[in-house]
């Protein structure tokens, strides 16, 4: 299917790593001309070099997300680098830190990130004839996860906050999904680092995943290419849960 994304503009939060950077190798395989940001500058030099690679636009900048003067900078500076902005990816987590200093990072850039993002582009996404924006959230915010704290907590509100966005943008014409993956398995990531470490605890969530496997990065940016393509024109406000079944509540 031709996802009629040739020659979009797509900005994508996080985009050096994991789901991040699979859905900015995605967008590009699409022929999206693509901004991402990270905060190693190393890392989005090479995932730049990347992307540039497919024949597509290809810029970047360090930015971290949780500062919110350098992320509307970046947003403005990717707009006109890019010619305007179709397309908005919220990817980007918080984590690494405890306590109060976790909750304080998650909402930063988990929630607070979010939403900057979405107030520095409406003007550029309203001007577009496909503007939309995916949330990157979690089904750990759908279902009780590890223990309770800031990541599972604040993706919980990302999905509300994108829900009710969904409402106020439309008739702006501008449409807001949201994707929840599950266990995904990424070479140096989370799951990887479970498997490695808690070995126990990995073998029991992967005996939990009806489909018998995790997720691949691809499979979540397969999804979210979808839902920024004009193939999904009349998709907004909803929440799509890539687990491979391992969240038991029924879908609805």
């Known amino acids: ?20 950077r699979a859905i900015a190798n995605t967008l590009a395989d699409e022929g999206c001309n693509v901004a991402i940001c990270s905060r190693n500058a190393e890392e989005v030099e090479a995932a730049v070099a990347e992307l540039s690679s497919k024949g597509v636009t290809a810029i970047g900048q360090a930015v971290d997300v949780g500062d919110g003067d350098a992320l509307k900078a970046w947003v403005a500076a990717s707009a006109e680098g890019l010619g305007g902005i179709d397309i908005v990816v919220s990817n980007v987590s918080g984590g690494g830190a405890q306590g109060d200093e976790s909750w304080r990072r998650h909402l930063e850039h988990d929630m607070l ?63 807001v999904n949201a994707v929840s993956p599950g266990p995904i398995f990424v070479e140096g990531g989370f799951w990887d680092n479970i498997k490695q ?11 939990d995943i009806p489909l018998g496997r995790m997720g ?36 609805f």
């Not at 299917?1 to 991040?20: E, Y």
């Not at 309203?126 to 959230?137: L, Q, R």
């Open 197 to 207: 470490h808690m070995t126990a605890f990995y073998d029991a969530t992967l005996a």
């Open 1 to 20: 299917m031709d996802l009629q994304l040739k020659g979009a503009k797509a900005l994508v939060t996080g985009g050096t790593k994991g789901i991040g």
């Open 113 to 175: 990130g979010a939403v900057r993002l979405v107030e520095s582009s409406t003007e550029y996404l309203e001007a577009s004839d496909n503007g939309n924006i995916v949330m990157i959230s979690t089904t750990a915010a759908l279902e009780k996860f590890i223990q309770a704290g800031a990541y599972n907590a604040l993706k919980a509100a990302l999905l509300q906050y994108s829900g009710a966005l969904s409402q106020d943008l439309a008739p702006k014409g501008i449409r």
């Open 216 to 251: 691949s990065a691809e499979e979540v940016a397969a999804q979210v290419a979808l839902l920024a393509s004009p193939r999904a024109a009349f998709t907004t406000g909803t929440n799509v849960v890539i687990d491979g079944g391992i969240t038991k509540r029924i879908q």
